[in-house]
């Protein structure tokens, strides 16, 4: 039978509860999930790249069907590189869903084999995000919640706090 992989790509500056619930949940449909960290964005981040990827690696290292990656470029020209051909996102609120639909448009534009499948972010992380994380551990806030005890530890290094 054939492998059902899901790529999901985003720039996971860091890694949240929200997205590891989004991968928990894509686990359930899919056979595998890639998550893939994209190196272009526009945003400018706190993590490198590469710690990026270090820390979704380590909270994944035993569940064999995550495989974690880095692209750069397009996202669609990562998946034709790559072969596949379906794209996991997650959706928290409205605002989400415009921006999501113009990029999953545009994803298909410019790779008609593509398709997008999104999740209902559960309630409870319907409204964290990166940003919001990043600005509570600047300022010493807890953030134990909302991400894994790694990425609380090396927000503190970060930020000097340790
Ligand atoms: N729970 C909680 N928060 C979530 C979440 C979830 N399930 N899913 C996303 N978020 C948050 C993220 O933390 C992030 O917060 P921030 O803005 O404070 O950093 C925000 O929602 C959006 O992040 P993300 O999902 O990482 O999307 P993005 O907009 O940063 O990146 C890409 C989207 C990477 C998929 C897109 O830009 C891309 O494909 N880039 C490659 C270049 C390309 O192909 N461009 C053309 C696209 S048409």
New binding site residues.
């Given amino acids: 039978m054939e492998t059902k992989t899901a790529v999901y790509?985003?720039?996971?500056?860091p890694v949240?509860h929200?997205?590891i619930?989004?991968i928990s949940r894509g686990l359930e449909i899919f056979d595998r999930v890639v998550v893939a960290v994209?190196t272009?964005?526009e945003?400018r981040g706190l993590f490198s790249i590469s710690e990026r990827v270090d820390l979704l690696s380590r909270i994944f290292a035993h569940e064999n069907r995550v495989e974690v990656v880095s692209f750069h470029?397009?996202?669609?020209d990562y998946l034709k590189g790559s072969g596949y051909k379906t794209i996991l996102?997650?959706l928290?609120a409205i605002s989400d869903f415009e921006y999501e639909f113009q990029?999953a448009n545009?994803?298909v534009h410019l790779y008609p084999e593509v398709d997008s499948v999104f999740l209902m972010?559960s309630q409870k992380?319907f409204y964290?995000?990166?940003?919001?994380v990043k600005e509570v551990a600047h300022y010493g806030g807890d953030v134990s919640a909302f991400v894994p005890e790694n990425v609380v530890h090396a927000l503190k290094e970060k930020f000097n706090q340790e």
């Fill in positions: 790509p985003g720039s996971f500056d949240t929200g997205h619930d989004i994209a272009n964005s945003k470029g397009l996202l669609v996102r997650g928290r990029i545009m994803n972010t992380y964290i995000s990166s940003s919001v």
